[in-house]
Nanobody, 122 residues
């Protein structure tokens, strides 16, 4: 079993920055990828960013490209999401997820964190 715990959410003004972290514990997921998703109020959960453990290739939703950066620390099994130039539409609950099998946009994530709230005020 893999346990994921997010941290770093909060309230920030438009244009501000936040850094989310995801700590993994339990059975280590050292292959595949880690991802960040978000669920805006009244909407479905959407993909935000992903990073592969091997090689470090990164992938982003168009809406966050150039503003968000996903990174990993293989030694600590943590993944971070640096969010800059935040907009009100970035508001939502952000979830960390892990998969042992990367399949691009068809990737199914096996493990999920509980989520952390990000609120961007206008």
């Amino acid at each position: 079993q893999v346990r994921l715990v997010e941290s770093g959410g909060g309230l920030v003004q438009t244009g501000g920055s936040l850094r989310l972290s995801c700590a993994t514990s339990g059975r280590t997921v050292s292959s595949g990828a880690m991802g960040w998703f978000r669920r805006a109020p009244g909407k479905e959960r959407d993909f935000v960013a992903a990073i592969r453990w091997s090689g470090g290739s990164t992938y982003y939703a168009d809406s966050v490209k150039g503003r968000f950066t996903i990174s990993r620390d293989n030694a600590k099994n943590t993944v971070s999401l640096q969010m800059n130039s935040l907009k009100p539409e970035d508001t939502g609950v952000y979830y960390c997820a892990a998969t042992s099998s990367w399949r691009g946009s068809a990737t199914r994530y096996d493990y999920w964190g509980q989520g952390t709230q990000v609120t961007v005020s206008s």
